[in-house]
């Protein structure tokens, strides 16, 4: 089998008979991971070890662990500070900040690859303009430069780890108040101001082999009517033709508020892949992943399968060791010193993107 292009989520902590039967599904390429879905480390790696079990070549598991208000593991994970305080740190120790971040994505990746995770959706490359409520400290900076060298160092680190990096959401999100995950938001800005801010840490990123991207689900009318996510104009002709994107492009959630502006789910999912999206995410609704499943059923795409086997994680550190190294040490050690400067204490579920405890 190859992988497919959908991404499901999971109700609980361990494969139901009907989860294992949906995972095998032709269509099926990758889980994505709740904080439903986590009870404790040795828990995570049966699950994850279960799900990579199920087919070959193994399904992709991936996961939201920016850190600050979006990290769905905590207990028995090193709480993670959000990407805001490394731009604190950045506009007062340029080369110190680019280590620290470098090193706290390594922390990140390592503890995901030791229990199985194949990659987290980061980082976040959104200008935080001080505009949007959905992004705020969740991106590094406001300056396009500042969040090109952060996110750079914070790819290294990962990839030091053996994972790969998401980028998202391009070409930027921060430009509007409205929050896609409960409306459509419109960003009427023209594409040289666009390009000339918020698609630099894009390019820049891509200059250095990312592997992966999340489009936006936002309108940018200046340049197409349809969603970032839909357009062809942005993934095809813009995203791949003129900036050279090689890796995969990750759909956003199918089942957000903004995606409607896609039709049906069904339609939805056929709009995001005629786009240029390789991977369908559609979460928290069970209903609508198995009608897609149905529609993608004979979906077969080589290249595709190709882009998103390279997205799995490479050979881990285990637990014992992993706490043991010098690596580890020195990553809680900058995150000792950021909390010391800047208290992060976080509310214990991210606001910004809802997950009922258990599918409909």
């Known amino acids: 089998m190859s992988l497919g292009p959908i991404m499901l ?4 902590t361990a494969l139901s008979a009907e989860d294992c039967e949906l995972l095998r599904h032709p269509a099926v390429g990758g889980v994505i991971l709740f904080a439903r879905n986590y009870e404790s480390p040795e828990q995570l790696t049966a699950l994850t070890a279960a799900i990579h079990a199920l087919r070959e070549p ?9 850190g600050g208000r979006v990290q769905r593991f905590r207990d028995g ?14 506009r007062q120790r340029p080369a110190h900040a680019r280590a620290v ?3 706290i994505a390594w922390l990140m990746a390592a503890e995901l690859r030791a ?3 194949d990659f987290s959706f980061a980082p976040v490359l959104d200008l935080d303009r001080g505009i949007s409520r959905v992004i705020g400290d969740r991106g590094f900076a406001a300056d396009p430069q500042a969040v090109s060298e952060l996110a750079a160092s914070w790819m290294r680190g990962a990839r030091q780890a053996g994972m790969a990096s998401v980028g998202k959401h391009f070409p930027g999100h921060g430009g509007i108040e409205a929050d896609s995950h409960t409306e459509l938001p419109r960003d009427e800005r023209p594409f040289v101001d666009l390009e000339l801010e918020d698609l630099v840490p894009f390019r820049r990123l891509i200059d250095q082999g990312l592997e992966a991207m999340m489009p936006a689900h936002v309108i940018y009318p200046r340049l197409d009517a349809r969603p970032a996510g839909f357009s062809s104009i942005w993934l095809r002709d813009i995203l791949r033709q003129q900036l050279g994107f090689q890796g995969v492009i990750f759909s ?3 089942n957000m508020e903004a995606a409607g ?3 049906d789910h069904v339609e939805r999912a056929q709009a995001a892949a005629a786009a240029g999206c390789d991977m369908l995410l559609i979460c928290n609704n069970r209903p609508a992943a198995t009608a897609i499943l149905a529609a993608f059923r004979d979906h077969r795409d080589p290249a595709t399968s190709l882009r998103l086997l390279r997205m799995h994680g490479r050979k881990p550190l285990d637990r014992v060791r992993l706490h ?8 809680l050690g900058h995150i000792a010193a950021l909390e010391s400067h800047d208290s992060f204490e976080l509310p214990l579920d991210d606001p910004t993107t809802p997950e009922p405890r258990t599918t409909p």
Do not use: K, M, N
């Open 77 to 90: 994970f090193t709480r993670l500070p959000p990407a805001g305080r490394l731009g604190q740190l950045h």
């Open 324 to 331: 043991e190294s010098p690596e580890w040490r020195r990553a």
């Open 58 to 66: 193994a399904l992709l598991i991936g996961v939201d662990q920016e």
């Open 9 to 12: 989520d999971l109700a609980g």
């Open 261 to 263: 502006a896609g039709g």
């Open 252 to 254: 956003d959630d199918l």
């Open 101 to 103: 971040c470098e090193s």
């Open 115 to 117: 229990v199985g995770v």
